[in-house]
């Protein structure tokens, strides 16, 4: 049996009697994605539409899409910006539009992934010769811009194509021919052209192709489900981390806003331009789902700098803008295996709405009068212990008697398992015998599902003649 002492502090003021019990607040360091201290895991879907009481019955908590919602969803949105070279003829005009946008999708958007596979040409990329100098140009106007107006919205940037080692220098670029740039290349020169400071977490397409979920990166082998040539698999992630610690950013995130494998189509399908180059990648709908959910329990397992990924897709085989054949429907998982397969893995708890909690919760100061005038700073905490984002206001009381100052923006929002730590500042002048007050008031609501709370934090300052103290020793049992 172990004895703890602790001692208790009896305030003896003539007549009146106060218990006071001397408490000590740990406060875990402020956490953000990019840092990699969040408790949450993004599990995400890249939709053609919303879906969210779908998305939700699987158990996932985010969704990838491409126009702006203009609306609270009850699961977090990463809405895809496109970016590409034409921009650059007038970038402030590029910043007001992406300000503008920012602005408009306040509360309704809760990360950004500011261009696309910027390391292609194509008409979904760069729509030009990939320049990653140039697009860390206009990343890092976008960044300024977005949070000049959302500072709690996650900047995440372009999700990088895996295209492989690709041999030849175009214009003094490795890895270039003129159409697209190996990714590791294109990563490299665009962290040394300053990107690194322009992002909060890292985005990056780490398909699966023909390679099984868990095949090593950079192995060749002769058969396919473990052929991981030029990093074409899943755990090519590996390798793009590497890329961020060399250059001294490994505590940043990565999210892999797009992967997944490719399916079958119907026999009629295979003449279809849009599968030219891309049936080595198939694979059945049973090693689909066998593979996404291997991957999602792989990197909660091995990945600690993995924040999130989003699986490409989810219902773009039944959105009517995409033909019969289109490739991009044989990577849904609606209606195929995956999708019961991904609802019934293991996950993190179901999001529980919590409780913003406040320490100090009071706080009380006895004095004399010839300990005043009165100035003291004490550590103030905002936590949000449930898993929703909440949303607060805070509003310091009209009483003047007590003059606080609270550090740090009075509204903002807080994500699931995050803290906000500040200082409060307590002031008083000399005043005769007497009690003094003010109060901290602290409002916060759940955006989407319409709870709110109000919680008030009394402040009171008691001068007196003569205050007596005596302790009392707490023996507790372990």
Same mark, same amino acid.
């Given at each position: 049996?172990?004895?703890?002492?602790?001692?208790?502090?009896?305030?003896?003021?003539?007549?009146?009697?106060?218990?006071?019990?001397?408490?000590?607040?740990?406060?875990?360091?402020?956490?953000?994605?990019?840092?990699?201290?969040?408790?949450?895991?993004?599990?995400?879907?890249?939709?053609?539409?919303?879906?969210?009481?779908?998305?939700?019955?699987?158990?996932?908590?985010?969704?990838?899409?491409?126009?702006?919602?203009?609306?609270?969803?009850?699961?977090?949105?990463?809405?895809?910006?496109?970016?590409?070279?034409?921009?650059?003829?007038?970038?402030?005009?590029?910043?007001?539009?992406?300000?503008?946008?920012?602005?408009?999708?306040?509360?309704?958007?809760?990360?950004?992934?500011?261009?696309?596979?910027?390391?292609?040409?194509?008409?979904?990329?760069?729509?030009?010769?990939?320049?990653?100098?140039?697009?860390?140009?206009?990343?890092?106007?976008?960044?300024?811009?977005?949070?000049?107006?959302?500072?709690?919205?996650?900047?995440?940037?372009?999700?990088?194509?895996?295209?492989?080692?690709?041999?030849?220098?175009?214009? #003094?670029?490795? #890895?270039?021919?003129?159409?697209?740039?190996?990714?590791?290349?294109?990563?490299?020169?665009?962290?040394?052209?300053? #990107?690194?400071?322009?992002?909060?977490?890292?985005?990056?397409?780490?398909?699966?192709?023909?390679?099984?979920?868990?095949?090593?990166?950079?192995?060749?082998?002769?058969?396919?489900?473990?052929?991981?040539?030029?990093?074409?698999?899943?755990?090519?992630?590996?390798?793009?981390?590497?890329?961020?610690?060399?250059?001294?950013?490994?505590?940043? &995130?990565?999210?892999?806003?797009?992967?997944?494998?490719?399916?079958?189509?119907?026999?009629?399908?295979?003449?279809?331009?849009?599968?030219?180059?891309?049936?080595?990648?198939?694979?059945?709908?049973?090693? &689909?789902?066998?593979?996404?959910?291997?991957?999602?329990?792989?990197?909660?397992?091995?990945?600690?700098?993995?924040?999130?990924?989003?699986?490409?897709?989810?219902?773009?085989?039944?959105?009517?803008?995409?033909?019969?054949?289109?490739?991009?429907?044989?990577?849904?998982?609606?209606?195929?295996?995956?999708?019961?397969?991904?609802?019934?893995?293991?996950?993190?708890?179901?999001?529980?709405?919590?409780?913003?909690?406040?320490?100090?919760?009071?706080?009380?100061?006895?004095?004399?009068?010839?300990?005043?005038?009165?100035?003291?700073?004490?550590?103030?905490?905002?936590?949000?212990?449930?898993?929703?984002?909440?949303?607060?206001?805070?509003?310091? #009381?009209?009483?003047?008697?007590?003059?606080?100052?609270?550090?740090?923006?009075?509204?903002?929002?807080?994500?699931?398992?995050?803290?906000?730590?500040?200082?409060?500042?307590?002031?008083?002048?000399?005043?005769?015998?007497?009690?003094?007050?003010?109060?901290?008031?602290?409002?916060?609501?759940?955006?989407?599902?319409?709870?709110?709370?109000?919680?008030?934090?009394?402040?009171?300052?008691?001068?007196?003649?003569?205050?007596?103290?005596?302790?009392?020793?707490?023996?507790?049992?372990?």
């Amino acid at each position: 049996m172990n004895k703890l002492w602790s001692r208790l502090t009896i305030i003896l003021t003539g007549t009146a009697v106060s218990l006071f019990a001397v408490i000590f607040f740990t406060n875990r360091p402020t956490a953000t994605y990019a840092d990699g201290n969040s408790d949450d895991f993004g599990y995400g879907l890249s939709v053609a539409w919303p879906a969210v009481s779908e998305v939700q019955a699987m158990g996932f908590n985010w969704i990838r899409v491409f126009d702006p919602p203009n609306t609270r969803h009850a699961v977090n949105v990463l809405l895809r910006v496109d970016i590409n070279a034409s921009h650059l003829n007038d970038i402030n005009g590029f910043g007001n539009s992406i300000q503008a946008l920012a602005q408009s999708q306040k509360g309704y958007v809760d990360a950004y992934e500011l261009g696309n596979e910027v390391n292609l040409d194509a008409s979904y990329g760069w729509a030009a010769p990939p320049n990653a100098a140039h697009y860390a140009t206009l990343l890092c106007e976008a960044y300024g811009r977005v949070k000049a107006v959302d500072p709690d919205a996650i900047v995440v940037s372009a999700g990088l194509a895996p295209v492989g080692r690709v041999s030849g220098n175009w214009h #003094g670029h490795p #890895g270039h021919n003129g159409a697209y740039q190996d990714d590791r290349e294109y990563m490299k020169e665009f962290l040394d052209a300053g #990107g690194g400071a322009c992002f909060d977490v890292f985005g990056y397409h780490p398909f699966g192709y023909s390679a099984d979920f868990d095949t090593p990166p950079d192995q060749w082998s002769a058969d396919p489900t473990q052929n991981c040539t030029n990093g074409f698999c899943f755990r090519g992630l590996e390798k793009i981390y590497e890329i961020l610690q060399s250059r001294g950013l490994g505590h940043k &995130q990565i999210w892999g806003t797009e992967y997944g494998w490719l399916t079958m189509p119907p026999d009629h399908c295979t003449d279809d331009g849009s599968w030219d180059g891309r049936f080595w990648q198939i694979v059945s709908d049973e090693k &689909q789902a066998e593979n996404l959910m291997g991957s999602f329990l792989y990197a909660r397992e091995h990945y600690p700098w993995v924040g999130a990924l989003f699986i490409f897709n989810y219902n773009f085989n039944e959105a009517d803008w995409y033909g019969e054949c289109e490739q991009m429907r044989f990577y849904s998982i609606k209606n195929r295996p995956a999708q019961t397969t991904l609802t019934e893995m293991p996950k993190i708890a179901n999001p529980e709405v919590g409780e913003l909690v406040v320490q100090p919760s009071s706080f009380t100061k006895i004095l004399s009068p010839d300990q005043q005038p009165f100035s003291v700073t004490i550590p103030f905490t905002i936590e949000n212990k449930g898993d929703w984002r909440r949303t607060y206001a805070i509003e310091v #009381g009209p009483n003047t008697e007590v003059d606080l100052n609270l550090s740090g923006p009075l509204h903002g929002n807080l994500y699931g398992r995050f803290s906000s730590n500040r200082t409060l500042q307590i002031e008083t002048p000399i005043y005769p015998l007497g009690n003094y007050r003010n109060t901290i008031q602290i409002t916060d609501t759940v955006p989407g599902l319409g709870s709110s709370d109000t919680q008030t934090i009394p402040i009171n300052i008691f001068i007196w003649e003569e205050t007596y103290q005596t302790h009392l020793p707490i023996v507790m049992k372990q």
